[in-house]
């Protein structure tokens, strides 16, 4: 890490955050180009190209795929620590990936959807902890400059993601689907070139397994166990699937309680670990409500595509400038928020992290969860009132909880990279993964109470719960701080240790 840690080529950043950037970017504009166009995809009639199932079954399983996707990242970050290194392992999910949105990219029907969705879900499981845990490697212990790195890459993702549904959603859907998921294909291609040219930026903790696997030490009947578990899993999955048994209600509540304890798991064999340190062990558990509140976070960031996607549709005046608005218009504000903002939030962590008194990671995360209540506490004036509402207010509350994504949501990438135990260290950034998961799991069961006639109730309710937990993360931060530094080093007093303010 020696030679990163006084890199500072790119703004003031190491020279590798460039090329993790833009395949982040790539990565992610194949992502969400395709995620753009699925649901037009799915629902289009055959004779339209395209496959003709009925809405109500196509939402939910492009909801619970959402949420399967980042699951698999818990995955994705084992297969990293243990067998493969981040490097390979981003590799490996790149072409998978790829490979993906190449199963759509011809006109294969059902089965190609099918193949498609395991391959993104496995690929992006293996890629996105990986090259988020492959930022954090550029840091030494205590570079000021982590938080600030973490937004900049983060501007990446939304870069792509704002690029995304104008050029792979425009070429789906008014030329051809299949060109739209080709161009998606190219994107993710284009991500792998970027990534295998900025290799050598990287820091050589990247190419190693973290914490190798030796087969020959993992006991016999353990091994027969888990492999028969996974078997007997899938088997049930197939059957149940199969025979109708469980149908797409019961998936998306299944995908809902493993989005839940599959997280509680992994905390629990963290905690157990005997790989684990004791002040590491401290570490996590100052992790946990942190964790809890991006849980919430997300739940009410994410329902963006449901919740405020249907309110664009149905309860907002979309001609109140003299033109039709596309409601899907409202999916890009976030997005373009974003990145407008980055310059100046880069330049506050940078800021505040030099000074003594930086704020520690649990009060950025208060006060993110905090803006997202806001944003949904902002909604209930005009839900309040009768008739179509003017846009500002939905464009406005979702510029507010994009404020509060970026309190959150690099925050947290940089301060797993900080807390995670160093034989779980992309597990964990794929457990940080599933805190989206999770969000969404909750989110699917929650969406089901809105109803456009009560949406002041349910915008108040929500916004007040999450306002609610974020003062409660707010007064137990310095607890989370003491109990962080218990032991030796910790998130926050690495960087005290280095101007030297001594906590
Ligand atoms: N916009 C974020 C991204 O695509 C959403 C996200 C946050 C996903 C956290 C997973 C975990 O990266």
Redesign the pocket.
């Known amino acids: 890490m020696g030679k990163t840690a006084t890199d500072r080529a790119f703004f003031g950043q190491p020279r590798g955050l460039v090329g993790l950037f833009f395949a982040e970017a790539w990565e ?1 504009f194949s992502y969400y180009g395709m995620r753009a166009l699925l649901l037009y995809y799915m629902t289009d009639r055959l004779a339209e190209g395209g496959l003709g199932l009925p809405a109500d079954s196509a939402k939910p399983l492009i909801a619970v795929y959402g949420s399967a996707i ?1 699951l698999a990242a818990i995955l994705g970050g084992w297969v990293s620590d243990r067998l493969l290194g981040d490097r390979k392992a981003t590799l490996v999910g790149g072409v998978l990936i790829m490979c993906g949105h190449l199963c759509l990219a011809v006109p294969a029907g059902a089965g190609a959807l099918f193949a498609s969705m395991v391959f993104i879900a496995v690929g992006t499981g293996l890629l ?1 902890p990986t090259i988020s845990s492959s930022v954090g490697d550029l840091y030494a212990a205590g570079d000021p400059r982590r938080d600030s790195g973490f937004s900049i890459y983060y501007m990446g ?1 939304s870069v792509g ?1 704002v690029a995304a549904p104008l050029v792979v959603g425009t070429v789906g859907q008014n030329y051809d689907y299949h060109a739209g998921f080709g161009i998606a294909a190219v994107g993710m291609a284009l991500g792998l070139l970027v990534y295998l040219r900025s290799q050598r930026h990287l820091s050589p903790v990247s190419s190693r397994p973290k914490n190798p696997l030796r087969l020959a030490e993992v006991p016999r009947p353990r091994l027969i166990a888990v492999v028969a578990g996974a078997a007997a899993l899938i088997g049930l999955v197939a059957v149940t699937v199969g025979t109708g048994v469980l149908d797409v209600d019961g998936i998306v509540d299944v995908i809902s309680v493993l989005a839940i304890a599959l997280p509680v798991g992994y905390f629990t064999v963290m905690l157990r670990s005997a790989r684990t340190t004791a002040a590491e062990r401290a570490r996590v558990r100052a992790y946990i409500p942190m964790f809890v509140a991006a849980v919430a976070f ?1 739940c009410i960031q994410e329902q963006g595509a449901t919740v405020i996607a249907q309110y664009a549709e149905e309860s907002t005046d979309l001609d109140a400038f003299g033109f039709a608005i596309p409601a899907s218009w409202f999916q890009s504000v976030g997005s373009l928020v974003l990145i407008v903002l980055t310059p100046l939030f880069a330049v506050l962590w940078l800021r505040l992290d030099r000074s003594p008194r930086s704020p520690s990671t649990a009060h950025k995360f208060a006060v993110g969860l905090a803006i997202a209540g806001l944003s949904y506490l902002l909604l209930v004036v005009p839900a309040a009132h009768p008739g179509q509402t003017n846009p500002l207010w939905l464009a406005g509350s979702l510029a507010v909880v994009t404020v509060g994504e970026m309190c959150l ?1 690099p925050i947290g990438l940089s301060a797993t990279t900080r807390l995670a135990p160093a034989a779980f260290a992309t597990q964990t950034m794929g457990l ?2 599933s ?2 998961a999770a969000g969404q799991g909750i989110g699917a069961q929650l969406v089901k109470f809105y109803d456009p006639g009560s949406a002041a109730g349910y915008f108040g309710a929500l916004g007040g719960g999450a306002v609610v937990l974020a003062l409660v993360l707010f007064a137990l931060a310095p607890l989370i701080r003491r109990q962080a530094s218990r032991k030796g080093a910790t998130m926050d007093d690495d960087q005290a240790a280095v101007h030297g303010a001594g906590r």
Request: no cysteine; net charge positive; charged share 20%.
């Open positions: 992610r980042y996105k993702i993601a997300w949501s940080w993964l805190s989206n």
